[in-house]
């Protein structure tokens, strides 16, 4: 896991989901 520097967000490197696709899943 690591945090996304531009939302703050932790991101779960392993689940495979890049930094751009959990930005379009944010509002």
């Not at 945090?3 to 944010?26: F, H, L, P």
Request: negative net charge; hydrophobic residues 15%.
């Amino acid at each position: 896991m690591y945090q996304d520097e531009a939302t703050g967000t932790n991101v779960e490197s392993s689940s495979g989901t890049t930094v751009e696709e959990c930005r379009e899943k944010e509002p």
